[in-house]
């Protein structure tokens, strides 16, 4: 069964940058055709597709987060990590990795984690 969990900082300060890993079991993060997705939910709105790196190491980003978002890869450790720069309040959502085909929709996805919260404030 696949499994994904989420690890990093539940606490950002404002302009600072939020670093989260997601650590895959059951499945690689290389294997063909699966994409390897971050996602979050704010309160009050729904889900949000954050970006995705695929099996073969490519990246591709939500046109209005682009320009802070950097989605890698450990694939010794089977993990993969988000990192969102210049973050505010706004970026306070409970974050979400998951396994999914190619596309963009957040709710695209087969297998996800239970979530981390990460709030932003001084």
């Known amino acids: 069964q696949v499994q994904l969990e989420e690890s990093g900082p539940g606490l950002v300060k404002p302009s600072q940058t939020l670093s989260l890993t997601c650590t895959v079991s059951?499945?690689?993060?290389?294997?063909?055709?699966?994409?390897w997705k971050w996602i979050r939910q704010s309160p009050g709105k729904g889900l949000e597709w954050i970006g995705y790196?695929?099996?073969?190491?490519?990246?591709n980003y939500s046109p209005s987060l682009k320009s802070r978002t950097f989605i890698s890869r450990d694939t010794s450790k089977n993990q993969f990590t988000l990192q969102l720069s210049s973050v505010t309040p706004e970026d306070t959502a409970v974050y979400f990795c998951?396994?999914?085909?190619?596309?963009?929709?957040?709710?695209?996805?087969?297998?996800r984690g239970p979530g981390t919260q990460v709030t932003v404030s001084s």
């Open positions: 059951g499945d690689s993060i290389t294997g063909a055709f699966y994409y």
């Open positions: 998951a396994r999914g085909e190619r596309g963009t929709l957040p709710e695209q996805y087969d297998y």
């Open positions: 790196i695929n099996y073969g190491g490519a990246a």
